[in-house]
């Protein structure tokens, strides 16, 4: 029994009636602009894109990513890295970016809210000034978390979420909803071409060894030989979704042509922690890793997402 991959055909998009976008430069090889490509999906995103002959411009500013992540891309003549912080303005001349420059985990995004904040906000203007100057079309990659601690399963596109705005995630929360907003004013006064895509939990190689969300806890705490954490019963649902798949399905999204603007993208069967803990068991005993430590359950804290 291995954690479900999610497929491609799970996901949900909506086709709304949508404004006209300026015309997009749409090619087989052509230059794009990852932001935040030295982090977890970065990094397999520009090896992809790579992959596929573009020109992949790699920015980061190394806050949770790691030259470790690309450090097999930085041989290839087609892949450029540069260190920048987006919360400042920068012209490169691109044909399409993602953006996906903003620290995911909670542990990292609340170790400097006003940061979050300015990265999902400021930046995110310059990034929709930058596809303006240069016609690029911009993915941004959303969250489950603007939902907040929905009260709807499984959540729609259409569902408007359930947020604390001063909370302890608000930064993060409150920061992406903002960013959806830019990118749909900036579409709808400017004619940006846009994608915006809500990942959920994503994971798979490269994922940070102190991302401190579930997977990679249960993991690390499974490999050291500790008590493995649950929080409040594990009965609190989370959605997966492997990384190869959100790859293929960021660059599906970002090439579907201008009716696809919005789209949510997880796995629609949510798991339970408590599942996750017999998997953890089943997997351990099928390559023969010793569980030395015990399921330890500790309260949940109030900001957490039941679901
Ligand atoms: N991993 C998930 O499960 C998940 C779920 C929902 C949404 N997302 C979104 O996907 C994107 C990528 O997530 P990830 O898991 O790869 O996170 P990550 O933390 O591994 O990667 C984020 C990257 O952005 C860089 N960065 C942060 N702030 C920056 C700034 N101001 N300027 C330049 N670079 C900056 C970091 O150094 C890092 O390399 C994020 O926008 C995140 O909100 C991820």
């Given at each position: 029994m291995v954690i479900a991959k999610s497929s491609v055909k799970d996901l949900v998009i909506i086709a709304d009636s949508v404004p006209e976008s300026v015309p997009t430069k749409i090619s087989d090889f052509m230059n794009i602009l990852v932001t935040g490509g030295a982090g977890f999906i970065g990094s397999h995103l520009c090896r992809q894109l790579l992959k596929q002959g573009h020109y992949v411009i790699c920015l980061d500013n190394f806050f949770t990513g790691s030259i470790e992540n690309i450090k097999d891309l930085r041989a290839n003549p087609n892949f450029e890295l540069i260190r920048h912080d987006i919360v400042d303005t920068i012209h490169i001349e691109c044909d399409?970016?993602?953006?996906?420059?903003?620290?995911?985990?909670p542990v990292h995004y609340q170790r400097d809210p006003i940061k979050t904040i300015k990265t999902s906000t400021y930046a995110m203007v310059n990034m929709l000034e930058l596809a303006l100057q240069t016609r690029a079309r911009i993915l941004q990659t959303s969250?489950?978390?603007?939902?907040?601690?929905?009260?709807?399963?499984?959540?729609?596109?259409?569902y408007l979420g359930h947020v604390?705005?001063?909370?302890?995630r608000s930064s993060y929360d409150e920061g992406k909803r903002v960013a959806e907003s830019l990118m749909m004013a900036y579409h709808k006064e400017k004619g940006v071409d846009i994608r915006i895509a809500r990942l959920f939990n994503t994971y798979g190689?490269?994922?940070?060894?102190?991302?401190?969300?579930?997977v990679s806890n249960f993991i690390i705490q499974a490999l050291r030989g500790q008590n493995i954490t649950v929080y409040g019963s594990g009965s609190q649902t989370r959605s997966f979704c492997y990384i190869s798949d959100m790859i293929e399905a960021l660059i599906k999204l970002m090439n579907k042509d201008s009716l696809f603007i919005l789209c949510v993208m997880g796995e629609w069967r949510k798991l339970l922690t408590r599942t996750l803990t017999l998997m953890l068991e089943l997997i351990c005993l099928k390559f023969s890793i010793f569980l030395t430590g015990i399921f330890l359950f500790m309260p949940l804290s109030f900001s957490f997402p039941y679901s």
């Open positions: 399409q970016i993602y953006n996906l420059a903003c620290p995911a985990s969250t489950s978390e603007i939902y907040g601690d929905p009260l709807e399963h499984p959540q729609k596109e259409s604390n705005c001063i909370g302890p190689p490269n994922l940070a060894m102190n991302d401190g969300r579930v």
